[in-house]
């Protein structure tokens, strides 16, 4: 029996007409997923990834302890082990000596006999890990291993463990393998967290279940937010229960000793109401110059409110605006140049066919900034605290790129990131889900890593970018120049980061328009960019591939993928891209 639309989405379908026929014909026609896609771009979308009850005769509870001496496995309160799981992390462990932990993924059922609910796990990433308590259920680790990095401390938790794994051994000794490792029935999963995450148990909410596992911390830290810091836009502040504010302490104080082992000491935490730990990484003095670039061509109607709000919403003292201009021979347009260079913004002539990565490049050249932001001309600011939050991130060594929280026009998520290989090729994180959704395990509340970001918004040194070679105009004029700019910033060796503190607005697609020679061109680079990154569009790292590729990230899950064996072949791990064919 089909389900009945919600009011809202019918009264939104009945509002377009000729875009609800689009849909009707596209289903009608065979084209099923391409009428899924127009409906999520029109009338938005949300989670469903509630699984049936029955899912959980598919995982069988370990009824037995296991005998693997080599192993020391940590499971949170409430979680059960499947049948098979140590053995199988111990496979994964003989097949690799360089891996010295290893997590899986969970079943959580909140209440007996209702819908199950996966918490599906990405590659490790310890900059998520900082914002968010994300990590387990589940943490096996070779007992030598944990034997060298605990020492003489019998009470370290398992969130500090695979900290000093990494600091010990590297981010890469740490694996994520794809696979149901434990079973929770009866969860306490009804805050808001969880709700504002369609019901979705969300691994910052879950964090007093699994918080420390089995070790407790031995002391406590609670810095406070430190004045004047930037903040983005977040919710009420919620009323918070003394167990989550020692959880909360006790989370934050092994976090506080991660940065100073790693001299990191200068490093500020803050926390959020809404429980995400945000990273305060040190600002230099003077703060250095940052070069906002914006490509355009005439569209004052754009350009004029997107400069205004860079000049009005960026709270960074200093700035110079670069416009790279495509042949605009509106005379409002050259009239607006002219009183724009009175006011010091830099107009860079760019002339001939249009060339979004060329445009890019030369004013990156004529940029004095030792931090570049490219901007879209139909991007607005309006919080002022978006730059800083980015170029904090942008200077650290090992980060290339940072890309900022987009909305679009109906003020729903426009970009979260860039994930490889779903709708074919890429696509943006939790696009068309609502703009105050907090995302997949607080994705869309806390930075962590991605293999890119879109150049709607994108902040980058300058040495960094000149080292790889700036955008690539020769093979990507127009499409996926950000996406192959941040797979070669990966593969030098740095990490791209989506920082949602920022949060702008992004009215995508109001500049461009479609004609037969956009498309042979989009046809020429969607080649190029499948010869030049085809292996890394199989799986991307930060994504599981338990989710549905073919729709919005996060939405549903895929068909038949809880079927499938898992075994030391499926181990992922973060790391740099490889080199580009």
């Not at 909140?110 to 890990?129: E, I, K, N, S």
């Not at 500020?268 to 809404?274: G, I, K, M, T, V």
Request: charged share 25%; proline share 8%; hydrophobic share 40%.
């Amino acid at each position: 029996m089909a389900r009945a639309r919600p009011p809202g989405i019918v009264a939104t379908l009945a509002r377009h007409p000729q875009r609800t026929l689009d849909i009707l014909w596209a289903r009608l026609t065979g084209r099923r997923l391409r009428a899924r896609q127009r409906l999520a771009a029109l009338v938005g979308i949300d989670h469903q990834l509630a699984l049936p009850a029955a899912i959980l005769d598919r995982f069988p509870i370990e009824r037995e302890a296991t005998d693997e001496p080599d192993l020391r496995v940590l499971t949170a309160p409430g979680h059960t082990l499947v049948a098979g799981a140590c053995r199988t992390f111990a496979d994964a462990f003989a097949a690799d000596p360089s891996l010295h932990a290893l997590y899986g993924d969970a079943l959580i059922q909140p209440t007996p006999g209702g819908p199950v609910f996966p918490l599906l796990r990405p590659a490790f990433d310890a900059d998520y890990l900082m914002a968010v308590d994300w990590l387990g259920p589940v943490l096996a680790l070779r007992r030598t291993s944990f034997l060298q990095i605990a020492g003489a401390d019998a009470e370290i938790s398992a969130r500090e463990a695979v900290l000093r794994i990494a600091e010990r051994y590297g981010v890469g000794a740490i694996g994520h393998l794809p696979g149901i490792a434990s079973v929770q029935i009866g969860a306490d999963v009804g805050d808001a967290g969880v709700r504002s995450a369609a019901r979705v148990p969300s691994p910052v909410r879950e964090r007093d279940r699994v918080r420390d596992q089995v070790f407790p911390a031995r002391s406590h830290l609670s810095p406070q937010p430190p004045p004047g810091r930037e903040r983005g836009p977040v919710g009420e502040v919620e009323t918070s229960s003394p167990q989550k504010e020692h959880s909360l302490d006790r989370r934050l104080a092994i976090l506080r000793r991660h940065l100073d082992r790693t001299g990191r000491a200068e490093t500020e935490l803050a926390r959020e109401p809404d429980g995400v730990v945000v990273v305060l990484h040190p600002l230099p003095d003077p703060l250095p110059l940052v070069s906002v670039i914006v490509p355009t061509r005439d569209r004052v109607d754009l350009l004029r409110p997107c400069l205004e709000s860079l000049r009005t919403q960026t709270g960074w003292p200093n700035l110079e605006i670069l416009v790279a201009d495509n042949d605009s021979g509106a005379p409002e347009t050259r009239a607006y140049f002219r009183i724009l260079e009175g006011e010091g913004v830099r107009i860079v002539d760019c002339p001939g066919p249009f060339d979004f990565a060329g445009m890019n490049n030369a004013a990156a050249a004529l940029a004095q900034g030792a931090v570049l932001a490219f901007v879209n001309n139909d991007v607005e600011a309006f919080a002022p605290g978006w730059l800083g939050r980015m170029v904090r991130e942008a200077l650290r060594p090992e980060v290339g790129a940072v890309g900022a929280k987009l909305l679009d026009g109906a003020g729903r998520i426009q970009h979260g990131g860039i994930v490889l290989g779903t709708g074919g090729l890429a696509t943006h994180a939790h696009r068309h889900f609502p703009g105050a959704a907090p995302g997949y395990g607080m994705r869309l509340q806390a930075t962590h890593a991605v293999s890119a970001v879109t150049a709607a918004c994108l902040v980058v040194e300058a040495r960094k970018f000149r080292a790889v070679g700036g955008f690539d105009a020769e093979h990507f004029a127009v499409d996926f120049n950000d996406v192959d700019l941040c797979l070669r910033l990966n593969a030098a060796g740095h990490r791209t980061l989506v920082a949602p503190g920022a949060v702008l607005h992004h009215h995508e697609g109001a500049s461009r328009k479609r004609s037969q020679e956009a498309e042979s061109r989009h046809a020429r680079e969607v080649a190029a960019f499948q010869m030049r990154w085809g292996p890394l569009l199989a799986q991307d790292p930060h994504y599981h591939p338990a989710f549905d590729p073919n729709l919005s990230t996060h939405a549903r899950l895929r068909a038949g993928w809880f079927d499938r064996p898992t075994g030391p072949s499926a181990v992922r791990r973060s790391g740099p891209s490889r080199s580009p064919t």
